[in-house]
């Protein structure tokens, strides 16, 4: 039993609150106790907050986290105290359908899980003599306790908040771009939303030789970044029609990403795409979307509009390439990540929800 600050979810829809007598149990068998380096504040936490998943709070939140592993329960093998991991935020069992075919972030054995808590049923979190959930892979707080198949063992000397990055944003768009989508060189992409997530998929259609790469954002300091990082076109969707203009960039894209999660972008996706071109969806969305589907375009033009759930991702193949790339300066993060304390917490959510902010990374 240790005990550390974090920041806690008391209830939906209100600020965290910042506490430093979180207790944090051993880990039980199977999971591992990890001691946080940085934990990323994703807009998926913002949507958890206000409901989408159905937490259960008290709660801690977090799930975009990379530190050291402290102590190992029974029966762990294949990642060991002292190792510096990511973290996943899902838990694969292994064995079921999903992780049979090597879609991890698709397995459907996430019951306790999703439910906040460990396999057998109890938390490895309290405060004040009441029971907090887990979620993800609480990354919100300076100890956390996971599954063991969450804590990815990593060999590299990159920063924490690099790392951090790597158990969320970056996967999202890197594997978006290389496994859902598969862009092939010479191939046009458009990426709307140039967040963490869309600024590591521009990035990894330039890496993976993409002809001509747009980026779509309304914030001007974002598509300036944007073009730094790989993208050869920008779009500034708060003052021109953002299908009208990559219509006559390119005819239509071969690859279209939305990013954002909303009803609007995800038409304009779709309605960008040249024929036999694809519309990937990576944005988290909120139920209440429901965007409307052209079929006849969708027909007549072998259209494909397509989810990608956490860059269809497998950690053993996928990491350790994304983390070559960012040792090797084809892939950069820095410009993006903006270092704060785990006391900016609830600012840091209101820049989520207000669209200022680049990556938020609370560095413990
Ligand atoms: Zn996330
Ligand atoms: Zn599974």
Not at 13 to 21: E, G, K, M, Q
Not at 176 to 201: C, D, F, K, L, Y
Not at 248 to 275: K, S, Y
Request: negative net charge; contains cysteine; hydrophobic residues 45%.
């Amino acid at each position: 039993m240790r005990t550390c600050r974090a920041a806690i979810a008391e209830s939906l829809h209100a600020p965290l609150t910042v506490v430093d007598d979180l207790e944090v149990a051993d880990p039980g068998p199977g999971e591992v106790l990890v001691r946080l380096g940085a934990s990323g504040v994703c807009r998926s936490d913002v949507h958890s907050l206000a409901g989408i998943d159905g937490i259960t709070t008290p709660s801690l939140l977090g799930h975009e986290g990379a530190g050291e592993v402290a102590a190992i329960g029974a029966g762990v093998e294949g990642v060991a105290v002292g190792d510096r991991v990511v973290l996943a935020w899902v838990a694969p069992c292994g064995s079921c359908r999903m992780c049979a075919r090597d879609l991890p972030a698709l397995c459907e054995d996430q019951e306790s899980f999703l439910q906040g808590l460990m396999a057998d049923g109890t938390s490895r979190f309290s405060q004040g003599g009441r029971t907090i959930r887990h979620y993800c892979s609480s990354t919100f707080s300076e100890w956390s306790v996971v599954p063991a198949a969450c804590a990815v063992p990593v060999v590299t000397e990159l920063p924490w908040e690099q790392l951090a990055l790597v158990g969320c944003a970056v996967t999202t768009g890197v594997g978006a771009v290389m496994n859902s989508a598969r862009v092939q060189p010479g191939e046009t992409v458009a990426v709307i939303g140039a967040g963490g997530v869309g600024m590591s998929a521009i990035q990894a259609a330039r890496i993976a030789g993409a002809g001509r790469v747009i980026a779509i954002d309304a914030n001007p300091a974002k598509l300036s970044l944007a073009r730094e990082l790989g993208a050869t076109d920008a779009v500034d969707a708060s003052a021109e029609d953002a299908v009208a203009a990559v219509l006559e960039l390119t005819g239509g894209v071969d690859h279209a990403f939305e990013a954002l999660g909303a009803t609007a972008t995800i038409e304009q996706a779709i309605a960008m795409t040249a024929p036999a071109g694809r519309a990937t969806l990576i944005g988290m969305a909120m139920p209440d979307q429901r965007p409307g589907l052209p079929a006849l375009d969708v027909v007549v033009g072998e259209r494909v509009v397509a989810g990608s759930w956490y860059g269809s991702f497998v950690p053993s193949r996928d990491w350790p390439r994304i983390i070559a790339w960012l040792e090797s300066g084809d892939l950069v993060l820095e410009p993006m990540i903006e270092r704060i304390t785990l006391d900016d917490v609830n600012r840091a959510f209101d820049r989520i929800r207000s669209g200022e902010a680049g990556r938020q990374v609370i560095v413990f």
